[in-house]
């Protein structure tokens, strides 16, 4: 018999339901043995000591996307894949934005153009919807989906992106009936802009009054509508970025009832506070924390753990959107606007990369979630989800060998002078993290490995999916 290509040995691997010390073997960039003892490979890898998971799937990044007001985002597919491969993941969904006026199909067409070549992981994209027309809800959007585009997202604020109830209801409807899922950004909008109004009148114009602009009463009220509206179409949803307990109760709310919805949280909810927005005494340090919707309070990270525990939350995702904090020629977080207001400070925070050390050190160190909850809400169950399983999110035989080597005791701390996004500042600078990913393999290739890319050039796949399934 041939030898495999790849041997994995002596590790812990791990899955979403269960742990044990086996070898692993991939040939042709797929998993094809798994057992407690595998002789010889043309490659080896001593796993002992550490922890063997599928690649982490980091389902919701935003790379390359073009800001209405000229900002400038500070990742593209090199270095935003880059950034992800280092922090341990194999696959990730970033955002095709479609412009108001502009057909969806291109857009689709745009983000690929700068995806090719460029990505060191695998790539499968999700679209954002600002602009349902007659042409996008009755051909684009169905066309598309059928071609392996099976997930969408929708906004209910942002003055450029926000949909109407009635754009929201149509949306939905196409959803249902083609079999695609639609991520909600639920914030209501016209709440937003009533407290922006009148924390401006009061002068309170700082970085942190975005979280107060951004009111948690403002999601749950939306995060409610989403679900309402998604219960009358009859069609299953995801929530996206789950901040506190009041839009997380609506959830548990709906799944009391029967209904589909999904739920997603995000690091900067269990590992920020709308504290962290005050920077020094309200200076502008505040804005490198500005993001929608924005951390909440200590009793919405305890919620949130809970969600996290208990099953409410089926997967937690970056929500990487990385700004430069001094770009240059106000394309950054400190733009002579933003100074102004704290309503024109981009919203999105970088972290792809420590996504996974994160959930891992508060969570797993710290007792909170079990290993195997950790690699289901990482990989496996957004594998799921978004319709990759169990090509994705999986170890077993036929998977593709995209694996993470996991040193669940090394510590260090978070600093920007380690990472690889685009971004100039991390928010996590100085956090201590017990636990970080050694080494990345995709497809049986190691990728990453000690800080160093180990790849001459990009090597990452773009993913057509199929339908996400009903039950995770
Ligand atoms: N929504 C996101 O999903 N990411 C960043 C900003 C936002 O509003
Ligand atoms: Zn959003
Ligand atoms: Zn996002």
New binding site residues.
Partial sequence: MSLPDLVIRGGTLVTASDRFQADLAVTDGKITQIASRIEGGHEEIDASGLLVLPGGVDA?V?LAQEQGDGTVMADDFASGTRSAVAGGNTTVLPFALQRKGQSLREAVRDYHAQAEGQSWCDVSFHMIITDPTPQVLGQELPALVREGYTSF?V?M??DDMVLNDAELLDVFDVARRENALVMV?A?GHDAIKYMTRKLEEQGKTAPYYHAEAHAQIAEREATHRAISHAQLVDVPIVI??VSGRDPMEQIQWARARGLQVFAETCPQYVAMTAEDLKGLNMDFEGAKYV???PPRDSDSQAAIWQGLRDGTFDIFSS?H?PFYFDGENGTGKDNPRARTSFKWVP??IPGVETRLPILFSEGVSKGRITLERFVALTSTNPAKLYGMYPQKGALIIGADADITLWDANRRAPVRQVDLHHGADYTPYEGMEITGWPVRTILGGRTVFAAGTFTEAAPTGRYLPRGYSPKQL
Wanted: proline share 6%.
């Fill in positions: 919701h935003h997202k906004f604020t942002y950004h914030e996206v970025h993001c929608s919707p929500d959107c919203n999105g």
